[in-house]
């Protein structure tokens, strides 16, 4: 189910030149819409194809990327006209795939020319799960919109990810409330922790060697060690008899590192890298990616005070809404810019 986006391409893309959009005092979580399909399904067992229109006069043919060829096997395709020949004319083009394993593969679908790696007309992703005799074709829908009401996260994997390899959690990553909430003893017990919990007060003690902390269900409190007691973005919660934290539960109190690609956690056995500061400024690009100015004193214009971080909808949590002026916390990247102000990427904000 691991989807890694390598740190090699995520310290390329913040240190890239970004277009940015008029700048807005106030922005939203983002939430998802859904977006206008070009293409139908059809599914037969194990094997499915894909039918999109097609018109190579124009130069531009369908291809598919599989990302696990172990899981998802190519089998053919073909072109079917369905009325007399024109020149110029429109067809039927039909991708047939077969499913060989259980688990997730994605298949990116382009419209392109041959020639010229940008030249893209259309595209789409298809997610392709299997478990058994369950076989779900879905779109990777992962479309953003900043102006709805009720913010909404969640994520593709049904499962977080520690060090690659997947937590066995029965419960998945889950939103609640406008916070991604992840599964805690699982999680905690994949990273050698000793979770115990108390059904009288509602509690849960952890501990690895010299390191322990207590969460108290629907109290927003959290400590590490002997250290002061301070809030995240949502008190611990009980669902289907499990307790779930927020996401950054673990970097913030149990010190983990954290990264996301296509909305798939990964906690790693690396520090925690959390950027905090007041809001300066914020803007939107085209793309959606939303840069965030953080300030240590926002009196001052000093550069040197300054941090940006790069979000975007496929890589970022935002466990908040955040708004200009606002103290905020960032786990990012463990890469930053060498340039002033350094310049990062960020995967949860709270």
């Known amino acids: 189910m691991k989807r890694m986006l390598s740190l090699v391409l995520i310290g390329m893309m913040i240190m890239g030149t970004t277009a940015m959009a008029a700048e807005e005092d106030v922005m939203a979580v983002p939430t998802l819409y859904e977006a206008q399909k070009n293409y139908t399904i059809e599914q037969n067992g ?10 190579a006069s124009t130069g531009y043919m369908w291809n598919n990327e599989i990302s696990d060829n172990a899981i998802v096997e190519f089998v053919s395709e073909e072109n079917i006209i369905n009325s007399e020949p024109l020149l110029g004319a429109s067809y039927e083009k039909r991708m047939t795939f077969t499913v060989l394993a259980n688990g997730v593969a994605t298949i990116v679908f382009r419209n392109a020319r041959p ?14 799960y299997k478990n058994g005799d369950t076989l779900i074709i879905e779109e990777e829908q992962t479309f953003y919109a900043l102006d709805a009401d009720q913010p909404v996260l969640y994520a593709l994997s049904e499962t977080a990810t520690y060090n690659g390899d997947e937590i066995g959690a029965d419960v998945s990553v889950q939103e609640v409330n406008g916070v991604t909430m992840v599964p805690l003893r699982a999680t905690l017990e994949a990273m050698g922790y000793t979770v115990t919990w108390n059904g009288e007060i509602k509690s849960v003690e952890i501990q690895k060697g010299p390191q322990w902390t207590t969460i108290y269900i629907g109290m927003n409190s959290y400590f590490k060690n002997k250290m002061a007691a301070h809030e995240l973005s949502s008190a611990p919660v009980i669902m289907n008899n499990r307790t779930l934290v927020p996401i950054e539960f673990f970097a913030d109190i149990i010190g983990k590192g954290i990264e996301v690609n296509n909305l798939n956690i990964n906690f790693l056995d690396m520090e925690a890298v959390i950027h905090s500061g007041y809001i300066k400024s914020m803007s939107q690009d085209e793309t959606g990616t939303i840069t965030l100015t953080l300030t240590s004193d926002i009196t001052s214009d000093s550069i040197e005070l300054q941090t940006i971080i790069r979000t975007g909808p496929a890589f970022t949590f935002y466990n908040r809404e955040v708004a200009k002026g606002d103290y905020i916390q960032v786990v990012s990247s463990m890469i930053m810019t060498m340039s002033i102000p350094g310049q990062t990427v960020g995967y949860v904000v709270y």
Request: glycine content about 4%; overall charge negative.
């Open 115 to 128: 020639f010229g790696e940008h030249e893209v007309a259309d595209t789409f992703t298809l997610v392709v």
């Open 46 to 55: 194990d094997e499915f194809t894909i039918i999109v229109s097609e018109n």
